[in-house]
Structures are given as C-alpha cells and as structure tokens.
C-alpha cells in the first residue's frame, strides 16, 4: 500500500517506538523506508544561554549518534534497510519537506519526544505534522 515512509527519529523511547512500526509496515509493503532525525538548537541556546560553540557541537554530535544508533539497531532487529538522514531547522518542517522531496505516501511519528510534558496529549511537532502534511500521518502511542 505505502512505497516511501518517513519516521521522525528525535531519539527518544516514543521515536524508537515510532521506527519499529514504521519498519513493519516499510517491511510489509516491501516499501522505502526513511529514518529523519533533526538538529534543532536548544531553546534556552535562543535565549542567550552561554552555550560555548564547541558544546554545541558536540551536543549536536552525540544526540545524532544516539538516534542513528537506536534507529539502526530497531532496523537491524526488523530486518530492514533504511535510509538515515539528518537535517536541521525546525523538525516538524523539516520532516514535511523531506517528505514532500521524497514524494513519501506515509509519515510517521511518536506522540511524544525529548520534551514530553505529561499534560500535552501530543508533542508539539508531531501536532504540527499532523496539521500541516500533505500525507498521511500515524502518530504511535
Ligand atoms: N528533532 C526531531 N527529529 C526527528 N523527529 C522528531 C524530532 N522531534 C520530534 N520528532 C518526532 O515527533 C515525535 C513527537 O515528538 P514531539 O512532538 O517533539 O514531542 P515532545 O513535545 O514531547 O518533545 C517524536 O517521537 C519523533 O517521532
Ligand atoms: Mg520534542
């Protein structure tokens, strides 16, 4: 049913979640499979938190490979080969463009992230994937 599916890959318990169905399906409908993760500066780095350049970077360095890592281990325990892809800016965006670029006929993410607040129902970018995507959304609990 799916040819292309792009998962949101931010690292956290509810990403990985969203990957292992991703895979499945991307498995089962003999689809390609697209595992995004966003940089994103932290919001305090907005706010003139003195973040010194080279934490940054190496902040940057380690939460990609932590979900590179955590996504690569759910493909491998699948079965699946999967394309990892970083990008930066603001991820919700940034998913819906590559999924735009991509011609992806499925996105999906975690209903929550890093920032989970119990209270919020939904994660502010998998709200706004929700919302602005021009195709469908799974959003995994
Ligand atoms: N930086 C990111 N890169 C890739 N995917 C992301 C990113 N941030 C969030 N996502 C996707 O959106 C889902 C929900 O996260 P989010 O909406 O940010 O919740 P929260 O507000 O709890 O952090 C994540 O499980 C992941 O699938
Ligand atoms: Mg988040």
Known sequence: ???????GNDGSDNAVQAIETAAEIAKADNAELIVAH???LPATAYIGAPYAPLDLSRQMDETK???N?????VLERIGIEGRLVELEGNPADAI?????DEEADLIVVGSRG????ERF???STSERIVRHAACPVLVVR
């Not at 819906?96 to 735009?100: R, S, V």
């Not at 890093?114 to 607040?117: H, K, R, S």
């Open 96 to 100: 819906i463009g590559l999924a735009d």
């Open 114 to 117: 890093l920032g989970a607040v």
């Open 38 to 40: 966003v940089w994103h």
């Open 69 to 73: 890592d955590r996504a690569g281990s």
């Open 65 to 67: 490979k932590s979900a």
């Open 1 to 7: 049913m799916f040819k292309r599916v792009v998962v």
């Open 121 to 123: 129902v939904l994660g």
